[in-house]
């Protein structure tokens, strides 16, 4: 059998498995590290003479079957797999909002509250990915994960459609948000899988949350329209779109390298008759125990210690919330003033949508200049900065949202042009998208290998804020009128927006008192140590 040659990283396999640096594992294989120093480590150096004999298979250099490898068509069908996927979930997030009138009539409910609940029962649905079917993923591949789920999310929205009841209907709900969880939490992944190159991979993702910003504002457009005919349909329509994503799910390729290898290994056992060859996934030790213990507790502790993530979390969860009380207040404002019927009100929302294309654009244009710094003899210093690197889009963004919201408040009247308070919402879309890809990218930069539970900690928060928060969407228009309570929500996004601010000013010297961030410094000053001695090394022999 032909000799098993190192893979771009340096695996080679004669070495044993906990050599293998996993691709988008970093986070889990660094388990333990900053809370049981003292531990034993799950995945051991030393082996015994029987593991030696194992051949571990890596992929080589150029290997076509390496997602890095992969033809730049494939690459597109994966980008666009992802998006259908993250559409349908994210249409199903928002769609049950523009049937509230017919819930009321069919079911009998006179409580505003209740109302809320198709809406938010789904996205409390939505803090389960995170947590679950992201680490899943890394071990069974995203292919096999996101079928499941997808699976979940088709069958409990034909449950939606079919639903006696408004508990069977909220019950359901909460089902479809579990399954529909999965596409915003792997997608990401699957992107780094095919995408080594940032810069790509970043422009891919731009796209990814471009789509997760433009498939809530379909939903009320959609339901708002077909609602009238029957409130079972706006779930019809629903599962129809999970049908025709379905083929693009079936013909997409897994993307997960190590799950890869582990396949190939298996048909190579089988060939050649030899029970010894082996992928890296499968000489993993897999401590359900520990990996739990990082799973739910790490991004907790983060959330609660690191003031970058507790004040990113805190800032996106309230933009996130004000994006899901709209579907709330949007019908108290253009209905009670402007006489809107389910479906203008619904196409109020458009604005959001080009608003967040225009911020796309503006990223875009961004990260060119930024590519355009780094590429200078010397780079430019701050093209070497996390803080300025990303954040300057989110001293824009802020003060649009806060734009937006009393743009909204004081000139929704009778006596202004509904279309003026309608174009509030392209400056809250744009501000809304650029909050998102400039703090996310942020925590990304500042916490790498620990990026994975900083996410969970982002997706969590705003998951949890924005099914809560939305209950007091109407109560406080109602009380407070349409411009205070629009102003409220303004002084609070005044107050926010200092956030991406002091991270400018103080981000270094907070990442300095960081845990997480002097343990990534240890470790990027021992593998420069470690190349420094490699080249002295390469350069005697020489």
């Not at 991979?201 to 471009?210: C, D, E, K, S, V």
């Not at 009320?220 to 629903?238: C, D, E, K, T, Y």
């Not at 897999?286 to 213990?293: E, H, S, V, Y």
Request: a positive charge; one cysteine or more.
């Amino acid at each position: 059998m032909a000799q098993l040659a190192p893979d771009a990283n340096g695996y080679h396999p004669s070495k044993s498995a906990r050599g293998h640096e996993r691709i988008n594992r970093s986070d889990i294989d660094a388990r333990f590290v900053l809370e049981e120093e003292h531990s034993p480590f799950p995945y051991s150096t030393s082996h015994s003479s029987s593991q030696s004999l194992k051949e571990v298979i890596a992929f080589a250099p150029g290997d076509q079957d390496n997602p890095h490898n992969w033809s730049n068509r494939k690459k597109s069908f994966v980008v666009f797999n992802g998006v259908a996927l993250v559409m349908s979930s994210t249409i199903g997030s928002s769609i049950a909002a523009g049937a509230s009138h017919q819930f009321a009539t069919f079911f009998n409910i006179t409580s505003q509250a209740q109302l809320v609940l198709p809406t938010s029962s789904y996205l409390v649905g939505y803090v389960v990915g995170p947590l679950l079917f992201g680490p899943l993923s890394e071990y069974h591949g995203r292919k096999k994960i996101m079928i499941l789920t997808f699976a979940l999310f088709s069958a409990f929205t034909l449950g939606c459609a079919l639903a006696p009841n408004f508990v069977a209907l909220c019950v359901f709900r909460l089902l479809v948000g579990i399954g529909a969880s999965s596409p915003i939490s792997v997608v990401g992944g699957i992107y780094a899988d095919i995408y080594p190159d940032p810069v790509t991979r970043g422009r891919a993702l731009t796209i990814f949350m471009t789509a997760t910003t433009f498939g809530p504002i379909l939903g009320p457009i959609m339901s708002g329209f077909i609602a009238v005919v029957s409130w079972r349909w706006i779930f019809w329509l629903s599962l129809i779109i999970a049908g025709v994503t379905w083929p693009i799910l079936l013909l997409s390729s897994e993307t997960y390298a190590p799950v890869i290898l582990v396949t190939r290994a298996q048909r190579l056992r089988k060939e050649n008759n030899n029970p010894n060859i082996f992928a890296p996934l499968e000489l993993e030790h897999r401590d359900m125990r520990q990996l739990i213990t990082v799973v739910l507790t790490r991004p907790v502790r983060m959330f609660l210690s690191e003031a970058l993530v507790l004040c990113s979390c805190l800032y996106l969860s309230f933009v996130y919330a004000i994006f899901y009380m709209y579907f709330q207040a949007y019908p108290t404002t253009f209905e009670g003033i402007y006489h809107f019927n389910s479906g203008e009100v619904g196409l109020t929302f458009l604005p959001i949508g080009v608003g967040a294309l225009l911020a796309c654009g503006l990223y875009l244009y961004w990260d060119r200049v930024l590519e355009r710094a780094k590429a200078r003899d010397p780079p430019a210093a701050w093209s070497q900065s996390e803080e300025y690197r990303r954040l300057p889009l989110a001293c824009i963004g802020g003060p649009l949202l806060m734009l937006s919201c009393f743009w909204l408040g004081w000139t929704a009247r009778e006596s202004i042009h509904w279309a003026v308070p309608v174009l509030s919402a392209l400056p809250f879309g744009m501000g809304f998208l650029l909050l998102f890809m400039s703090l996310i990218n942020y925590l990304v930069d500042a916490y790498e290998v620990f990026a994975a539970s900083a996410m969970a900690a982002s997706a969590c928060s705003r998951s949890l804020f924005g099914a809560v928060l939305p209950f007091a969407a109407r109560p406080m228009y109602q009380r407070l009128g349409v411009a205070w309570a629009c102003s409220l929500l303004g002084f609070l996004s005044l107050a926010m927006c200092a956030i991406p601010f002091v991270f400018i000013r103080y981000g270094n010297t907070i990442r300095e008192k960081s845990s997480f961030c002097q343990y990534l410094k240890q470790c990027k000053m021992q593998e420069n140590e470690q190349r420094q001695v490699q080249e002295r090394r390469m350069q005697q022999e020489g």
